[in-house]
């Protein structure tokens, strides 16, 4: 709601922002100013009159802009409010870490050797400062845009030259024995502190092994989303904006089983009211998971492989896929990557997916050299539901194959 009257003829305010419409001359400007959320009158009003005194928009509002100005209105701006809340959260977080020096400035007086200065003092951490780069870039493009700016300063980095972004290659080798001493790991291991927030992590680590999902997809998982009658569970607004729909395993079945039959208990223990909300809660209830890393950490310390991320396991996922033989087209729908037009126009159901899942999952649990009830199983020689029974079964008479050594070559294919 606007205070006072414009003093500037012509001046008005039409769907949330400043909106000058004046003939001037036999020329007629007609141009949107800024929104009325984030810029005064008066600033409106010098603007106006910049313009009507034949100034250009971009000089008219360089000069009162800031960089935050731009911001802000960039995520409020139609395209802005579409993003993603972690996008947005990204944007937000550069801007507070990254760049803030420039936040306060005058979008027109930052000039292109600043920005290069600025980038090449980020050597040091070439990944979060090329995001960053990409953001301010994506910034003075919107300015430019609006016509605050004629040129963008980051061009001249783009032009010579940016920090080389390395592939990223992590995985869990299923040849030599590596899937099958992780999947052990995720039996046998314990931190040293038990908690009960151990088990939760271990099963989320367990669901990006054996779907391939991306690490957000499963921290944020909702009961509501679970149907133990289709067996099925749906992903809501994925990174593709596209919901996605993944058929249970035998394996997963048993874990959401598991851990649903846990809510009441859980429910009881927690403060919170999220246990029956997410899959995978907090350890206090007042939401989600957010961080399994330690337990990360420790499975690979405890399985003697590499340390690997989250999205490592996402990449092992498609690695087993492809060496079972599984088509291309189907391992793009699996894990919800993006397809061509011909792509969009086949109609893939869960279940035509489902027997793929079973195999990526039954490789996995055929992998681990282990005894059961006398019975040794060497890595590729188990059987389908070793893994499903150890952690959601009976574990009595389990022991670690003694042959199961580091440097073994376990992989016999299936």
């Known amino acids: 709601m606007v205070d006072h009257k414009p003093n500037v003829k012509g001046l008005s305010v039409r769907h949330g922002s400043w909106h000058l419409r004046r003939m001037v001359k036999g020329r007629l400007i007609n141009k949107a100013i800024g929104r009325i959320d984030i810029m005064p009158?008066?600033?409106?009003?010098?603007?106006?009159?910049?313009?009507?005194?034949?100034?250009s928009l971009f000089a008219a509002t360089s000069s009162t802009k800031t960089l935050s100005d731009v911001i802000d209105d960039w995520l409020s701006s139609p395209r802005g409010?579409?993003?993603?809340?972690s996008y947005r959260d990204l944007i937000l977080r550069y801007s507070r870490t990254k760049f803030p020096e420039f936040m306060g400035r005058p979008i027109g007086d930052i000039d292109k050797q600043?920005?290069?200065?600025?980038?090449?003092?980020?050597?040091?951490?070439?990944?979060?400062?090329?995001?960053?780069?990409?953001?301010?870039?994506?910034?003075?493009?919107y300015a430019i845009a609006l016509e605050m700016i004629e040129h963008n300063p980051c061009q001249t980095v783009s032009r010579t030259g940016r920090y080389k972004k390395s592939?990223?290659?992590?995985?869990?080798?299923?040849n030599g024995g590596d899937i099958g001493r992780f999947a052990w790991a995720l039996v046998q291991y314990a931190p040293p502190q038990r908690k009960r927030s151990h088990e939760t992590a271990r099963d989320a680590i367990l669901l990006l092994l054996i779907t391939g999902m991306r690490s957000d997809e499963v921290k944020s998982l909702k009961w509501s989303n679970v149907d133990f009658v289709k067996k099925q569970f749906t992903l809501i607004d994925t990174k593709n904006r596209r919901n996605h729909t993944i058929p249970m395993t035998r394996l997963m079945y048993a874990m959401f089983k598991s851990r649903y039959e846990n809510i009441v208990n859980l429910g009881k223990t927690l403060k919170g009211n999220q246990a029956s909300t997410y899959v995978f809660p907090n350890r206090v209830g007042s939401g989600h998971i957010t961080d399994f890393r330690k337990t990360m950490a420790g499975l690979c310390e405890f399985a003697g492989i590499n340390r690997i991320t989250p999205h490592d396991l996402r990449r092992t996922f498609v690695t087993i896929g492809n060496e079972l033989d599984i088509?291309?087209?189907?391992?793009?729908?699996?894990?919800n990557h993006a397809t061509d037009v011909t792509g969009d126009y086949m109609q893939v159901t869960p279940v035509s997916l489902r027997d793929k899942f079973e195999r990526i999952s039954n490789h996995i649990?055929?992998?681990m050299p282990v005894s059961i009830n006398g019975i040794s199983y060497e890595s590729g020689a188990g059987e389908p539901d070793n893994l499903l029974n150890l952690l959601y079964g009976d574990k009595s008479e389990v022991s670690f194959h003694p042959s199961a050594t580091k440097d073994a070559d376990y992989y016999n294919g299936l």
């Open 41 to 55: 009158l008066q600033e409106a009003e010098k603007i106006a009159i910049d313009l009507l005194n034949g100034k």
């Open 81 to 85: 409010i579409g993003f993603k809340q």
């Open 114 to 141: 600043e920005i290069r200065d600025w980038y090449r003092k980020g050597a040091n951490a070439p990944t979060s400062t090329d995001g960053a780069f990409r953001v301010l870039h994506t910034a003075f493009e």
């Open 167 to 174: 592939k990223r290659t992590g995985h869990i080798a299923s």
């Open 327 to 335: 088509d291309y087209e189907s391992i793009k729908r699996m894990v």
């Open 365 to 367: 649990s055929m992998s």
